[in-house]
């Protein structure tokens, strides 16, 4: 986990962002401290997409849905002949809609797409 800074503005207001990167299940501590959640998974890799839900359901254990903004993103730098996607956008948006209030995007770092939404 690496902890980062981040000045964005928002309908013409300017705000920190103190962004805190964490491994592994939410606990208490964590989950009455954070405003928002950023759930990442790879777009090629199905287990990881099965531990955003795990994660979610360990999170509403301490929080109640709605009290945190959730965001949902996957990842796509490695999809190829090689290495095809195994997460289809449908389930995403369907993990998303059951996640209750949570925005998804789809991010390629290596093309920059969606990066800086």
Same mark, same amino acid.
């Given at each position: 986990?690496?902890? /980062?800074?981040?000045?964005?503005?928002?309908?013409?207001?300017?705000?920190?962002?103190?962004?805190? @990167? @964490?491994?592994?299940?939410?606990?208490?501590? /964590?989950? %009455?401290?954070?405003? +928002?959640?950023? !759930?990442? !998974?790879?777009?090629?890799?199905?287990?990881? !997409?099965?531990?955003?839900?795990?994660?979610? +359901? +360990?999170?509403?254990?301490?929080?109640?849905?709605?009290?945190? +903004?959730?965001?949902?993103?996957?990842?796509?730098?490695?999809?190829?002949?090689? %290495?095809?996607?195994?997460? @289809?956008?449908?389930?995403?948006?369907?993990?998303?809609?059951?996640?209750?209030?949570?925005?998804?995007?789809?991010?390629?770092?290596?093309?920059?797409?969606?990066? @800086?939404?």
């Amino acid at each position: 986990g690496g902890q /980062f800074k981040r000045e964005v503005t928002v309908d013409g207001q300017s705000h920190l962002l103190l962004i805190r @990167e @964490e491994v592994g299940t939410p606990d208490a501590k /964590f989950c %009455s401290w954070a405003d +928002a959640v950023v !759930f990442v !998974f790879s777009l090629e890799d199905e287990s990881s !997409f099965e531990e955003v839900a795990r994660l979610h +359901a +360990a999170l509403c254990g301490h929080r109640a849905p709605g009290d945190v +903004a959730l965001a949902l993103v996957g990842t796509q730098d490695k999809i190829s002949a090689a %290495s095809p996607r195994a997460v @289809e956008d449908a389930r995403a948006q369907a993990l998303s809609g059951a996640m209750g209030r949570c925005l998804y995007y789809e991010t390629c770092a290596t093309y920059g797409l969606n990066v @800086e939404r």
